[in-house]
């Protein structure tokens, strides 16, 4: 039974994610950075085995200077095909166009492995891993004023480590979507 797996992509740079944040009553917070555009891109898949999902979430990070294309995400790919052991994965994408483009379309054609679904337009809801972003984005990132792209890169690996040691967590990003994770019963 093949497993399913929502992934989506998301942006960091030296710029900090500013957040409400509390001080002493007179001394206001000052958040003193860089003013640089450097930017890395993060790609995330958060999945689970359909036939046994007691085996638990299952989430494959990437994280790469620069932004995305359709190699890159290819790249990610066959990553994420090493990750999950070369087992079927049901891949349920948005319309990002670089996931649908004339080359990833002809490279999935070529994977036995691999089946697209595509969420429907301007539904962020439905992807869990937009819920695992701003997980991390308020939290480890939020008013985080890196001199490095380095340093913002290792606090977003931190933030993935403290989601996946949580066994709750990811299976909350799963169910908040309020899509059916367990496969039905089959008739007998």
Known sequence: MPGSSSPGESGVSLLPQIRRTYAPRGRTPLLRH?????????????????ADPDRGPRLCFHLKPGSYDTAGLIEVLQQMKVFYHGERVVLVWDGLSAHWSRAMRIWVDEQNWLTLERLPAYA???????LLWSSLKKRELANLAGNHLADVADVAEQGIRRINNNPQLPWSFLTHTGLSIHPPTPPN
């Open 34 to 50: 860089r003013l640089n555009w450097k930017r890395a891109s993060m790609a995330a898949a958060l999945g689970h085995h359909a």
């Open 124 to 130: 962020p809801e439905l992807n869990p891993v937009e």
